[in-house]
C-alpha cells in the first residue's frame, strides 16, 4: 500500500499555511469568467446558432412564423363565436374555457347559450331582465346609450375576439354562398356560409401540428433504423432493405382509404397512418452515413476503448450524419403538408367539418366564380411552405461546417 503526503500538511503532520492565491498585476483590470449555467449552449451549439442568426432569410423567415404559428395557438382568442369574457351581475365568466346554460344569464334554456343572439346579449347587458324577450334590441340600444332601465336592472358587459366566428360557424349574413369579402367578413365566406378568416387560422395551426409530429416521429424511426442498418450491415442491413422495398411499395393511398372506411376519418388515425408510410424517407441517406463513418479512425478507437454500440452510434456518428440529414427535412416537411392537403383536397382527409386548407383549396375549385377563396388558399399555402423551406435550409447550413456567413 503506496502512501503519497497530504500536501497541505508537512513531513510531522502540522498543518500548512496555504499558498496565496496569484494577484494580478498592477493596472491590469480582472474580467470575472461567467459559469456555464446548466443549460448553456456548447461552443459548437454556439456557432451553430451564429451562423444561423447571420442566414438573414432564414432567421427572419422563423422570426415571421413563430409569430404566425403563436398567433394560431391562441386561436379560441382571435376567432370565435363566444365572447372571451363575459360581465353578468358583478361576475366576470369566461366562455371559451367553461359551459354556461342560458339559465345562468336569466335565460330558459337548460342548453348552452348561444352569445350572438340578441336575446342572451341583452339578458347579459341588462342583468337578466324579462323585457328582453320582447323587446332585445331596444333595451340594447338603451343600454348602450347609457340609459338606466327600471326593475332590477345590473348593467353588463361583454368581450369579443376580433373575429365573432369559430370555424364552424354559419354567417348570419343575406346573400348565396359562397359570399365575397366585407368589414364583416374579412376574407368572405365559404360555400356553406363559414367565415374564411377563421378557418385560415384554425387550419394553419391545424396543417403545421400535423406536420411537427408527423416530422418528428417519421425522422426518428428513419433515424434509428437508418443508423443500425448502416452501422451493423450484414443479414440485419439485407432484411431491413428487403423489408423497406414491400412496404414502399404499398399504395399507401389504398390503405388509407380502407381504414377510414372501417374506422371513420379522424385526426389521430391518419398521424399514425402517415408516420407509417413516411419514415422510409430518411432511411437511405442516414445508412450511407453510417456505412461511411463506421470504418473511420475514431469509431475503431471508441470501439477499442469498450464504448457500447448505442454510446458509438448516437453520441458520435449521429452528430457527423446530421448535415445530410437535415438536408433531407426540408422535403419531409413540405411532402406532409401536401400530403395532409391532398388527401382533403380528394375528400379522404380530415373529416369535412374540419378546418383543413385543402378542402378550403376543392372549394376553390369547384366555385371558379368566387376567386377569393383560390387567392386565399394560394397565399396560405405559398407562404407557409417557403418560411419552412427558407427555416429548415438554415438550419442544414448551420450545422454544415464547411459554410460560414458574414
Avoid at 369559430?166 to 368589414?183: E, Q
Avoid at 418528428?216 to 424511426?221: E, K
Amino acid at each position: 500500500m503506496s502512501y503519497e503526503p497530504d500536501p497541505a500538511r508537512s513531513d510531522d503532520g502540522r498543518e500548512m499555511p496555504a499558498a496565496p492565491r496569484p494577484q494580478p498585476e498592477p493596472g491590469v483590470a480582472v474580467v470575472p469568467q461567467p459559469k456555464p449555467g446548466r443549460f448553456a449552449l456548447s461552443p459548437l451549439n454556439q456557432r451553430r446558432w451564429r451562423n444561423f442568426r447571420r442566414n438573414g432569410r432564414a432567421y427572419w423567415s422563423l422570426v415571421i412564423f413563430t409569430v404566425l404559428f403563436t398567433l394560431s395557438l391562441f386561436a379560441e382568442f382571435i376567432a370565435n363565436d363566444k365572447p372571451i369574457l363575459v360581465n353578468y351581475r358583478g361576475e366576470y365568466r369566461m366562455p371559451i374555457f367553461s359551459f354556461y346554460p342560458e339559465t345562468a344569464f336569466g335565460g330558459d334554456f337548460r342548453t348552452e347559450a348561444v352569445y350572438r343572439d340578441p336575446e342572451v346579449q341583452c339578458l347579459v347587458k341588462t342583468g337578466g331582465l324579462e323585457e328582453c324577450f320582447d323587446d332585445p334590441e331596444g333595451l340594447i340600444e338603451a343600454v348602450d346609450a347609457g340609459e338606466e332601465l327600471d326593475g332590477d336592472f345590473q348593467k353588463g358587459w361583454m368581450i369579443w375576439p376580433p373575429i365573432p366566428y369559430s370555424f364552424n360557424t354559419p354567417v348570419d349574413r343575406p346573400g348565396a354562398a359562397p359570399l365575397p369579402p366585407n368589414g364583416q367578413n374579412w376574407l368572405g365566406t365559404d360555400d356553406t356560409k363559414r367565415d374564411v378568416a377563421a378557418r385560415v387560422l384554425y387550419g394553419f395551426r391545424l396543417s403545421i401540428l400535423f406536420t411537427l409530429i408527423v416530422t418528428v416521429c417519421a425522422s426518428l424511426i428513419g433515424i434509428v433504423a437508418g443508423a443500425l442498418q448502416g452501422y451493423f450491415g450484414g443479414w440485419l442491413d439485407l432484411i431491413f432493405q428487403r423489408v423497406i422495398e414491400i412496404w414502399s411499395a404499398t399504395p399507401s393511398l389504398y390503405v388509407i382509404i380502407i381504414l377510414f372506411a372501417i374506422l371513420g376519418r379522424s385526426f389521430w388515425l391518419l398521424v399514425f397512418l402517415t408516420v407509417a408510410f413516411g419514415w422510409t424517407a430518411l432511411v437511405g441517406v442516414v445508412r450511407a452515413e453510417f456505412l461511411r463513418a463506421r470504418n473511420l479512425e475514431y469509431v475503431r478507437a471508441a470501439k477499442a476503448l469498450g464504448v457500447s454500440n448505442v454510446t458509438i452510434m448516437f453520441r458520435h456518428m449521429l452528430p457527423n450524419a446530421m448535415v445530410a440529414t437535415l438536408t433531407m427535412l426540408p422535403f419531409i416537411v413540405t411532402g406532409t403538408i401536401s400530403t395532409l392537403a391532398g388527401l382533403d383536397f380528394l375528400g379522404f382527409g380530415l373529416p369535412s367539418s374540419a378546418p383543413s386548407l385543402g378542402e378550403l383549396t376543392l372549394q376553390a375549385k369547384q366555385n371558379l366564380q368566387a376567386p377569393w377563396l383560390a387567392f386565399t388558399a394560394f397565399t396560405v399555402f405559398a407562404l407557409m411552405l417557403s418560411l419552412l423551406v427558407f427555416i429548415f435550409e438554415g438550419v442544414r447550413d448551420a450545422f454544415d461546417p464547411r459554410k460560414t456567413f458574414s
